[in-house]
Every structure is written in structure tokens, then in C-alpha cells.
């Protein structure tokens, strides 16, 4: 019976699907499975009884090397971190390397020096599988605080911003900005062109006034319908008030065709309140939104296509 003990071993090796190396005290290989020949492929032929990093050069002076030193000579089992050794050995299906977990296990062996023992298992599976994961949560987190129509920040999206830009406006003693901004006579225009061309138009708005932020911390959101909200962290009423007549002229440079809008030119505009919550005056975020949306009122009833300003209070 014990003479059949090590050939039935090797052939176990070799019917297991995952890679087994077996490596003496040398470092010479001297078992090398099928599934290590189909993947790699070199025959047992090329690979038994050479240095193994003879074989595998690439591995010299890296993990796999240091953890086949720990098996051998201090009698310490490794597995190496998936996340740092992606693909160690050269192993490929279909000319697609494969994602390996790899094991390194000390063999004790009677009457000879220590063995070790290298196992290499696929998990390019879920490896492929945590990835579509990951990129399913980042779709459904962008879903989540996006607008679906323009891909502009939603509402849910300004709410979660605002509250932190208010934390931290009034922690650090810096000035807030908030411009509320809406499209002129936008019902009229989607009456006389149809929801399609409203559509459009609102995605064309959008994308135009969102390029115009150039500071990660600044937000352009919509805020709801043909409105669109604006934070401005650390601006002052100045240049927010500079900020707004760019915005307003760039709306205009548009030249979106409007027949239903009473001004002259008969494109699309839009009117912008502005409020600015000052370093040394901090108030309430619905005080701050209550102010910029009574100055966006103002700016309409003045005629539209303006800027009104109005201090919270």
C-alpha cells in the first residue's frame, strides 16, 4: 500500500483544479500539476527538476519568492494578498492572464529536508464579479444624485451639499453663496414647442451654466422643474454677483429660439436671485434658500432676464 501512496498523491495533484506546485529544500521543482501544464503552458518535461525561479523569473525577489523562503526555512505558511499580487504567475485562459490567489504551505517530509508546498487558484471569476459589483454601486450611487434628465446634480444631491458647505462656511468663518436660477417663460415654451424641445432644452441650459463651475467644492444643481440652484462656497456677494450676469449672459449666448419670451431678443434667458450668508453673520440653510428664492422673485417681477440680491435675515 505504501508504494502506491505517492503515485496516487501526484495524481490527485494533478486531477485538482487549481494549480500545485511542490518545491524541495533546493527550490527545485519537483511536482508541477496538469492544470499548472494548461495553463502555463510548460510540460512537466520543461519545468521537473529546474530552479524554480529558473522557470518563473519574474517571481525572483518578489512576495512569492519571500514566502517560499518562510516556508522552507522558518516553517511558516503564506497567503499572499489577492489585492497586492493580482497575477503573480504567468497563467492565461483564452490570452487573458488569470487572477490568482496563491498559498504557500511547508511540507514536512520524513527523513529529508523540508518541501514546500505553492497552490494557485483561479478567482478571475470574483475577481470579475466584485468589479461589475463596484461599478453597479457607483451607477446606482450617481443615479441616486443625479438628475435624470440633465445629469446635473438633483435635489437630493443640493440638499446633502448644502448642509455640508453650511457646516463648514460656518466652522471656518467664511462666506456662502446661493444662487436660485430659472428659465423665462419656460411653460410658455414648452406649450409653443413641445416637451421634447423643453427637454432639450433644459439639458442644454444645464451642461452650459455646470461647465462654467471650475471648483470642485461648487455645485450646480437642479433644483426642481426649469429651476437651478447654484452653491458658491467661500464667494462673497461680489462675486457672486459677478458670477450671476456671467451666468445670465451665458444663457443668452445660447441663442435658443424663444418666440413667447417678452424680451426683445426672443431667446431663451433666465433670471437669478442671489443670497449670501456673510462670515460674520451666519444664518439657517432654509433662511439662506428663502432669501436667494425671494430675490429670484424679485428678478422677475422687475422684468426677467436680471439678477436680484437680497441678505438673508
Not at 11 to 19: D, E, K, P, T
Not at 95 to 119: F, S
Request: hydrophobic share 45%; charged share 25%.
Amino acid at each position: 500500500m505504501s508504494s502506491l501512496r505517492l503515485p496516487l498523491l501526484e495524481s490527485v495533484f494533478c486531477a485538482v483544479s487549481l494549480g500545485a506546485i511542490v518545491l524541495d529544500s533546493e527550490r527545485r521543482v519537483v511536482l508541477w500539476n496538469s492544470w499548472m501544464v494548461k495553463h502555463s503552458g510548460l510540460s512537466h518535461e520543461q519545468v521537473l527538476g529546474r530552479d524554480f525561479f529558473d522557470v518563473c523569473p519574474d517571481l525572483r525577489g518578489g512576495r512569492v519568492d519571500a514566502a517560499i523562503q518562510h516556508a522552507l526555512y522558518n516553517n511558516f505558511p503564506s497567503l499572499l494578498s489577492q489585492t497586492l499580487n493580482k497575477a503573480p504567475f504567468a497563467l492565461f485562459v483564452r490570452d487573458e492572464r488569470i487572477q490568482q490567489a496563491v498559498e504557500v504551505t511547508p511540507i514536512a517530509v520524513d527523513n529529508a529536508p523540508r518541501h514546500c508546498l505553492i497552490q494557485v487558484s483561479d478567482v478571475s471569476i470574483a475577481v470579475t464579479r466584485e468589479k461589475l459589483l463596484r461599478e453597479q454601486a457607483m451607477v446606482l450611487r450617481s443615479q441616486t444624485f443625479a438628475d435624470g434628465l440633465t445629469g446635473i446634480a438633483n435635489r437630493r444631491h443640493f440638499d446633502v451639499a448644502m448642509e455640508k458647505e453650511h457646516r463648514r462656511a460656518k466652522r471656518s468663518g467664511t462666506p456662502l453663496s446661493l444662487l436660485m436660477i430659472d428659465i423665462d417663460h419656460f411653460k410658455a415654451y414648452n406649450d409653443h414647442y413641445g416637451h421634447q424641445k423643453g427637454d432639450q432644452c433644459l439639458i442644454q441650459v444645464a451642461a452650459a451654466l455646470a461647465d462654467m463651475l471650475k471648483r470642485p467644492c461648487d455645485l450646480m444643481a437642479r433644483y426642481g422643474g426649469e429651476e437651478f440652484a447654484m452653491i458658491l462656497p467661500e464667494t462673497d456677494a461680489e462675486q457672486a454677483m459677478l458670477m450671476a450676469e456671467t451666468i445670465r449672459a451665458r444663457a443668452q449666448e445660447l441663442a435658443i429660439p424663444h418666440e413667447r419670451n417678452t424680451d426683445a431678443s426672443q431667446l431663451v434667458t433666465v433670471s437669478i436671485g442671489i443670497a449670501t450668508q456673510r462670515s460674520d453673520a451666519p444664518v439657517e440653510i432654509d433662511v439662506l434658500i428663502g432669501a436667494a428664492d425671494r430675490a429670484l422673485y424679485q428678478a422677475k417681477r422687475n422684468g426677467r432676464n436680471l439678477i436680484a440680491s437680497m441678505l438673508p435675515a
